[in-house]
């Protein structure tokens, strides 16, 4: 009996206890630093799997914390990881049943635009799809109240616009697109609290003259990249030259070019894509040269982030076969910075190997850099015309 009084004693104090205790959680908001959110803490070389990245001031539930990254709660049933330097706290919020409002869906000259008021900078994952070209948004801690959706027909590449609240505190918004090809979205939130998904169109006539594209030339300054084999040649410098030959190439085919670097600058991936999202071109193309441990390891590959991105870096990687040079594979979900931007179709080519002796001898060769930026080019206007 006393036992059990002693158990009830402490089992009740422990309760008392407990409801004293301060909330274990706190909340942050994203600062301007281009957070993104994390689904793990992976810390290979390319570091954890991003979700997406995140407009600043959305308001985050911080339920665990390790070393850099806080563990937030997005939902019920999601939670995710961001880094701590994205964030600062900021006074308690309510973050669950959110309604939304009704929607509208409308376009400008130059893009098409879904608007839903919110009255809180809510979370949000965004997803592309393909077959059919569709662009999926989960809003967390949002419960629909829209009851209607008006669309204008000022609006020319979203097809369709709807929602389903797949779960009790997520909104998933569908926007389905009228072509095939995804060229790119937006996702932000105005002053008052309206969230903005901003979709691009396909140009009209599909040619290079009427595009603006980006070259980025990796690494660079105090950023060496890779070493040859043999020449002990930095990737920074390669980069740079093939990245110039290819502003050269597409000039002449009328098309407006974008450079992150022209000369040998230390630049961050933050400044890059920060650099990128302010000029707006049609199209990324990132430069490198690629290493590895194993010497006889080689050839030439493409890359891409998400699904509906994937065709521009098949097509270049096929022009790029007809260099001669070996396939090293077109390789998806990668998670590069500067194939995470959902903003614009984007394609890192990793030329060659510089720790293949083979390979470095073509890089180390002016006409076969010729050879690469000439295929490169063709890889974009196939990529075109097979739209
Ligand atoms: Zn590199």
Redesign the pocket.
Known sequence: MKKILTFLFTFSFFILFSQNKTPDYFYVKTNDSLPFLQYGLGEDRLGSAKMNFLDSNIILKVVDSFKTDYKVQLSQLHSAWIEKKNVIKTQSVNLSEHLTDSWKVFGDSLFDYITIQLDEKLPYKSMMEIHPSRIVVDIFGARTNTNWITQLSTAKEIKNAWYEQPEDDVMRVFIELKHPQNWGYSIYYSETNKLTIRVKRQRIVLSLKNLTIAVDA??GGTNI??TGIRSNIK?KDY?LLIAKELEKALRQKSAKVIMTRVKDTTLSMYERINFLRQKNPDILISI????SDKDSVNGVSTYYRYIGFRPLSQAILKSMLQTGLNEYGNIGSFNFALSGPTDYPNCLV?VAFLSNKGDEKKILNPKFRQQVVKKIVAGIEAFLKNL
């Open positions: 990796g690494h990249g890779a990737e980069t490198h040269l690629n290493s990793e």
